[in-house]
């Protein structure tokens, strides 16, 4: 029997034995049972407890950030999903202020590496009442379809740019532990495309850039075992029922164990403690606990190919830091970063990931001005309390949001139409242009797509006459950045791509907003005899500028 089948049975198996721990649990402490204030009562109550919580499986905690404080008023938060992928949804904690605040918007990219996205609650709850913040809240692999097909860590580095072009200007990405690596990744591809969209700045936080700077047991535990061990060992298939059915994975189960082999000594230390916090009644004591294993013990499956390439890539072939990591068929060159500012913040005690190993990061991103690094070590604090807990609170996150809000670009020039306006942002920030004032968002109609590119556009001048040449408010002197593959589209070959690129059409987005006046003005100007509507390149079109937004 395959061994996550045989996890499944042994959950299954244990579902009585649970349920009859509750139950003995609930009737030694009902206070109309006189055995209930005895010793004996309490050590049995608080026996069934921990072995009721030791053998039931965590689902999803919630965020539960209800309210923050905003310029000394509290303020209801509310978690909207704003963009959603079928690994991944983006969540919004929108803050309920009577006027909208001139904050920077912060893409915090959770780890997907076995926790939930909740493990950086305390994360979020620091940089709520100075920020505007987003994060991404990865999906359980076993609750996936196979149908939705794979996700590697190239749809990972996809999915971070993606998220970036639908946040629009003005933005900073903060990467805790793993997602350093392809954060860093997709700053360096987006910056290698001249991308308008890319971050303001990027905070990498406790991350395994380079993992031969003072390697740990991760670390060792990768060099010494090869892929080949983990392909054989680790990678399982979804069982029945779950909706990830026959999805190879690297399940949850086999990360927690691994998490908690580390540390086995002061997990058990922990558990005997808060039995005897139950017995003597120390109800702060044992709710701390409950808190805390509520979360760690909350675990989800990866898929396979994005674990397996991560083990490769970051901690056995250290592509990375080589130069040799690629993204696609493009070599990933971080020397190419020069508009985002960096800052790397590592934990003098962290056993994860080394001392060094994040601020390895600042050698790589070699014509980036030094004004525009910074690193920081925080003393006494391990890999969590890099980003969680008292001195997050108290002394790294106020250096984030100072080195964030000393690296935003000057709003009122990155959003001028002028030109001459526009020179001095792209000379900041090393740019050659400066970005358009919003995003192209995840679904929107063709309408939408057209005025979110307006202030980018060369409109007709009134002398000119909209009436004169209706392709004047859509044609572009030169592309956005990078120019779309229009060979993407069912109809268009290499020729006919090149004769919309000379007549000034680059992008999706122009395709799919085109009028029907328009059709026939492109129609009759390139000589396409129909072929626009024929081949339905309209809705081709839309669904394409939908998967690049």
Known sequence: MPFYHLYELNHAVMGPMRAAADMTRLYFQNPLNPMTHTEYGKSIAAGCEVMERMTRRYGKPEFGLGETTVSGVKVPVHENVVWSRPFCDLLHFERATERKKDDPKILVVAPMSGHYATLLRGTVEALLPRADVYITDWIDARMVPLQDGKFDLDDYIDYIISMLHFLGPDTHVLGVCQPSVPVLAAVAVMEGRDDPYVPSSMTLMG??????????????????????????????????????????????????????????????????????????GDGDSAEKHRDFYDEYLAVMDLTAEFYLQTVENVFIEHSLPMGTMMHGDALVDCSKIRRTALLTVEGEKDDITGRGQTKAAHALCSNLPEEMKAHYEQPNVGHYGVFNGSRWRSEIAPRVMDFILSNRPDRKMATSKAAPAAKPVAAKLGAKAAAPAKPVAKKATASKASATEKPARKAPTKKAGAKADPLAKILLASPQGVADDLKAINGVGPKLEQALNEAGIFHFWQISSLTNRQIEALDDKLDFRGRIARDSWIDQARKLSEVVS
């Not at 059915?245 to 403690?273: E, K």
Request: charge should be neutral; aromatic fraction near 12%.
């Open 207 to 280: 991350g395994p850039i380079d993992t031969r700077v003072a390697p740990t047991a991760v670390n060792d535990l990768a060099m010494d075992k090869g892929i080949d061990w983990f392909k054989r060992n680790v990678v399982m298939k979804v069982p029945f029922p779950h909706p990830g059915f026959m999805r190879d994975v690297y399940p949850g189960f086999l990360q927690l164990t691994g998490f908690m082999s580390m540390n086995l000594d002061r997990h058990m230390t922990a558990h005997r403690d808060f039995f005897q916090h139950l017995v003597e």
